[in-house]
């Protein structure tokens, strides 16, 4: 049973082995402790997200203007490594601002699945891309 005091919420709950009474009271509290999570987490995802776009963009930017400064194998290599996690920051995480913020995934079942897919695709490519970075100098 439920009583609403105002701003606090009183919940009784029965235990099922001894048939006593619990008392639980919810203040306010607790939704602006919810609201803060919210802001605090959409905060860092925010920060993340917008990390990871800049600092690929800036990658590329880079990689694509220095031509001679390192072998072409380990650049390519670079370029699909930033690549991939451009596709990560602007496909699965900047969505997850907006999710975050409303607690809620307002893009559909589709772009969740494209998300999901690119993400997880994205991450591999790195991986593998990071091995064949190591692989093609251990090689020289």
Do not use: K
Not at 108 to 137: F, K, N, Y
């Amino acid at each position: 049973m439920a009583m609403n005091n105002g701003s606090n919420v009183t919940m009784t709950l029965r235990s099922a082995t001894n048939e006593s009474d619990y008392n639980v009271t919810l203040s306010s509290d607790v939704t602006s402790y919810d609201r803060f999570i919210t802001v605090l987490q959409t905060t860092i995802i925010a920060v993340i997200s917008s990390g990871i776009i800049l600092s690929n963009i800036v990658n590329l930017i880079v990689l694509a203007s220095a031509s001679g400064a390192m072998p072409w194998a380990t650049r390519l290599f670079l370029i699909n490594l930033s690549s991939s996690d451009l596709l990560v920051g602007v496909i699965a995480c900047a969505p997850a601002v907006s999710a975050a913020a409303i607690d809620r995934w307002i893009y559909g079942d589709v772009w969740c699945q494209v998300s999901g897919i690119t993400h997880s695709a994205s991450c591999a490519v790195s991986v593998w891309s990071i091995s064949m970075i190591g692989l093609h100098r251990l090689d020289q």
